[in-house]
């Protein structure tokens, strides 16, 4: 009897040992990532939230007061490459103004979202840069890549003030097939504008 039990608990066991390691991100746990940092001498943390498929980043002070909350930037976890490193979530001063961004991404299909939250002193709020292409009469509050990769390449810091999208460009000559290729954007006067997009070179 007592070894037909141990046979039972085994059964039992069995599948959860099976689908161990398989949770989807945001299932168990609604946080996805979090970092700490600095505003104004105070410490902070931002949280990467998600929610019934809905992801917002969150900043809370020390004594965990939430004191900002972004809009639904997607719906499944997607990360960029900055330094090398695809990360979820990071905090860094790309401006220069001694107060830091806060980075993320989100995929919410069929693209993918590189978003950066910088701090305003005048509001006391975080407010998404812009990434503007002045050519296709465009701005938007996210940099867009529709070609998602799993590694975060899609989304790629190549400098503190230079970010580049993977995306498929298309000719304004209907005739001519579309063609991978890299979006480039600039930091300059607030924002990251349109540099400039090339094919990816064929050994890429």
Known sequence: MKKLFQVIVVLL?????AFAGLAVPGEFSPILASESFEL??????????MADQAITLRVSDADGKQI???EVLGSEEKKFVIDRQALSLTVRDLNGDNS???ITAAFYGPASGLYIFTYDAVSKQFKPMQFIHPEADLTRDFMVSDMRQENGEDLMFLSNDVVRALGMIYSADPEVEAVAGFYFYKFAD?????VESKPVPSDE
């Open 100 to 102: 830091p961004e806060l």
């Open 13 to 17: 066991l069995a599948p959860l040992s």
């Open 40 to 49: 104004n001498g105070q410490k902070m943390i931002v949280e990467k939230h």
């Open 68 to 70: 900002f909350t972004s």
């Open 190 to 194: 607030g924002a990251f504008k349109f």
